[in-house]
């Protein structure tokens, strides 16, 4: 059973910083991409951050050098450093662990965390 397990979010004041957590089981994460996303209260969700199997990182242009995307293969996590946070921020972000094998896509996602910058 694959699960997604994220944590680390809550209640930040604006300038403040955050870091997410994703924990994988169930899957061998090193052959997946993993991304962060997030869906703010009547908004699509939106892509945050992507990382991935060899290290490369994509970055949505509202976050681009205040949020870093990392991986630990050895941990199973995939972690998601934020800083300068805004109150456009605000959102529930989830992790993503995907990966297209003969033509076959697969794709997990995890439950979702609440981020509120407020003040």
């Known amino acids: 059973q694959v699960q997604l397990v994220e944590s680390g979010g809550g209640l930040v004041q604006p300038g403040g910083s955050l870091r997410l957590s994703c924990a994988a089981s169930?899957?061998?994460?090193?052959?997946?991409?993993m991304g962060w996303y997030r869906q703010a209260p009547g908004k699509q969700r939106e892509l945050v951050a992507t990382?991935?199997?060899?290290?490369?990182?994509n970055y949505a242009d509202s976050v681009k050098g205040r949020f870093t995307i990392s991986r630990d293969n050895a941990k199973n996590t995939v972690y998601l450093q934020m800083a300068s946070l805004k109150p456009e921020d605000t959102a529930v972000y989830s992790c993503?662990?995907?990966?297209?094998?003969?033509?076959?896509?697969?794709?997990?996602w995890g439950q979702g965390i609440q981020v509120t910058v407020s003040s």
């Open positions: 993503n662990a995907g990966r297209v094998a003969l033509s076959i896509p697969y794709d997990y």
């Open positions: 169930g899957i061998i994460f090193s052959i997946y991409n």
């Open positions: 990382i991935s199997t060899g290290g490369n990182t």
